[in-house]
């Protein structure tokens, strides 16, 4: 079952089959824990000789090692296996409505559906049905499309959300009496997951009609006051997972003689869990910034110089720790302060005469300016301010502490203004993101 309109197909979802060990089957999305091979390495003990997620997804802690050819073959050898031999058992049309619990959130409510990649745009000044919330970066795709292209099945980490107060899609289905399809606790302080199968058509009907409320163009243009194409949808997490999506499917169009054959091929669409933005169990996060193999002393000089190349001055206060540095970044005005801790040394950084209006535009144009010109440099997106503060402490590193934006601003921002900055936010920290799951045939 296909509403076009509201870019969403009813899919065939794929579980693991009953008996699986469903808490060694579902691991953490691949872009975590990017500068922790111990995380990586410990959960491939814990999921040593059962079927698993693991073995589906290619963590990005790895991309850059010399085996990732041999990686992706495995990835789609080990995904026809679990087709072949019943390990994947295909449901029958439906949604999954999702429960999540942890330890910092009592309930986090999502809605597993299939999106349609046709009414997604990821360029800048985009008005298509489903919107990026920040920028895309063309250069991350590459290797994301080598490991999607020839797999048979798709597994997200993908949260898209839907800007809906008076809670009307997701919700009301909690009211319902519905079949559990799993229940278990998740690995590495994961919290809980509880998932029920929507696949009554009243339902389905009623959760389109909800759906086709919030994309009706004359309320559109009255909440959020503006005149142009309606945003249903804004990509939450897994923004680059949905834009490889998009391009191993416009690559498919381009080889056929006549692209609308392909209007059926199961690739056109892209398995996500929607998520209400005003769910109490959504947290944004920050995402701060780790720069890898630079001399922080010269860092700090070509900061300032990049920053007044563009009208703008920097400042540096030594702190004696992160408490302090996070109590004077608080008295701050009119400026963007933030933290900073490089190579073990605490300070604020104070930018004036502003040139954006989020602190995180402010750091990352200059930023890139300097890994553009500081080829030997690395910089990795770090969820947590702990960690920030261990690999900041090491030598040649610098770590960028900054703050997070308000969710209920968001869908307004990105309507007006359009995408934010990339890595501008989180939802929930590493152990909050999404686990990997449900599964969905993108092959015909």
Known sequence: MIFEKLGVQVPKILLPAPGTDMQRWAVIACDQYTSDREYWQRLGQQTKDVVSTLPLIFPEVYLEDADAETRITDINRTMEKYLADGSLVEQPPGFV???????EVK???????????EKYDYNRGAQSLIRATEGTILDRLPPRIKVRENAPIELPHIMVLIDDPQRTVIEPLFEEQLRTVYDFEL???????????????????????????????????????VAGEVMLYAMGDGNHSFATAKAIWDKLKE??????????????????????????GLEFEAIHRVLFNVDVSDLRTRMEGIFAARGMAMSFTPCADLAEAEALVAKVAKEHAFPVVFAGQFAVCSVAGLEYTLVVATLQDCLDTYL???????????HGCQTVSELGSQPRTAGFYLPAISKHDLFKTIIHDGALPRKTFSLGEADEKRFYLECRRIKS
Do not use: C, W
């Open 255 to 280: 080889e056929v003689a006549d692209p609308a054959e392909m209007m059926e091929h199961p690739a056109r669409y892209a398995l996500v869990e929607l998520v209400n933005i005003h769910d109490p």
């Open 187 to 225: 690995l590495a302080n994961g919290g809980h997951l509880k998932g029920y199968a929507v696949d009554q058509p009243e339902l389905i009907q009623n959760i389109a009609a909800a759906l086709e409320a919030l994309a009706d163009p004359v309320a559109f243009q009255a909440k959020y006051q």
């Open 372 to 382: 553009e010109e500081t080829p030997a440099a690395r910089i990795d997106y770090i």
């Open 97 to 103: 409505l999702v429960e999540r619990k942890i330890s």
């Open 107 to 117: 309930s986090r409510k999502g809605l597993m559906l299939a999106l349609d990649l």
